[in-house]
């Protein structure tokens, strides 16, 4: 089975900026933005995140979080005229937003949250996590005396998936969406969606993880269809990129630049 050094390597080589050193970094920050992207965009947002992302990880070619700024800084840029899933007219856009449960210790970050007066829609993003198992695990906090503000579907969740080890991170979307609901519980006029956008190769289905983490995502969605806290979809970021094909606006030129950028066949 390939393992994730396997597509690091292959996204290494396939890219053709000669700024990129042999182990797939690049020396700043800016070096891996996309042209247009003014680092004051996402600066703050990452700073004050918990993952200290900038420091290190962002100049990876293969970084996770730059592929979320270079996909959304546009989105921030220009929130109040963007649209999706039909609702537009955002006023706050921002990278790594923490929604607490009330347990205390660190929230988890979502990678990019837009919000206006009607919906709160969180996106949750991935590069190549998605190619390693990872074991579910959750403090024993996680409990009805601690969240007694959850329906009981949720800890019927967390005791089906506990311990067990998944190529989907089952634990940090249970976790995001206990955030959110509690964040509703302030707001509870506000449609909450969960959004879990991904990054696959164009072959993906030669690939055993990226097939198994097709096949955990499609049960855990058919599961989460029942709760009725918020709303759980999943989107590659090629069926996101293609919604824009059809528009004349800067989001479908910026989305052809990250497609040309990320777009690629192991």
């Known amino acids: 089975m390939a393992t994730r050094k396997t597509f690091e390597k292959a996204i290494i080589a396939k890219c053709k900026n000669p700024n990129l050193k042999a182990n797939g970094y690049f020396s700043t920050n800016k070096e891996n933005l996309l042209e247009g992207i003014d680092i004051s965009l996402f600066?703050?947002?990452?700073?004050?995140?918990?993952?200290?992302?900038l420091q290190s990880k962002f100049n990876a070619i293969y970084s996770s979080a730059a592929l979320a700024v270079n996909n959304f800084s546009i989105v921030k840029k220009e929130s109040s005229t963007f649209n999706y899933l039909g609702y537009s007219n955002f006023y706050d856009a921002k990278f790594e937003?923490?929604?607490?449960?009330?347990?205390g210790g660190t929230a988890p970050n979502l990678d990019f949250t837009i919000e206006n007066n009607d919906v709160v829609i969180a996106f949750e993003s991935k590069y190549l996590e998605i190619t390693t198992k990872k074991k579910v695990k959750f403090a024993k906090s996680y409990n009805k005396e601690k969240l007694n503000y959850l329906d009981d579907f949720w800890f019927d969740i967390i005791n089906q998936h506990k311990d067990s080890r998944f190529y989907l991170d089952v634990a940090q979307l249970i976790k995001h969406a206990i955030g959110l609901i509690n964040y509703k519980r302030k707001y509870s006029t506000k449609k909450i969606v969960l959004v879990y956008i991904y990054w696959l190769p164009e072959n993906y289905e030669a690939f055993t993880n990226f097939k198994e983490h097709q096949k955990e995502l499609r049960e855990f969605e058919a599961l989460l269809k029942e709760n009725?806290?918020?709303?759980?979809?999943?989107?590659?970021?090629?069926?996101?990129?293609?919604?824009?094909?059809h528009e004349n606006s800067i989001f479908k030129k910026h989305f052809n630049k990250v497609k040309k950028r990320y777009k690629i066949k192991i």
Do not use: C, H, P, V
Not at 43 to 53: A, C, F, R, V, Y
Not at 97 to 103: A, D, E, M, N
């Open 97 to 103: 937003r923490k929604f607490i449960t009330g347990l």
């Open 228 to 245: 009725k806290d918020l709303q759980f979809i999943s989107t590659t970021y090629t069926e996101f990129w293609k919604a824009y094909e």
């Open 43 to 53: 600066q703050e947002d990452l700073t004050s995140g918990s993952g200290n992302e």
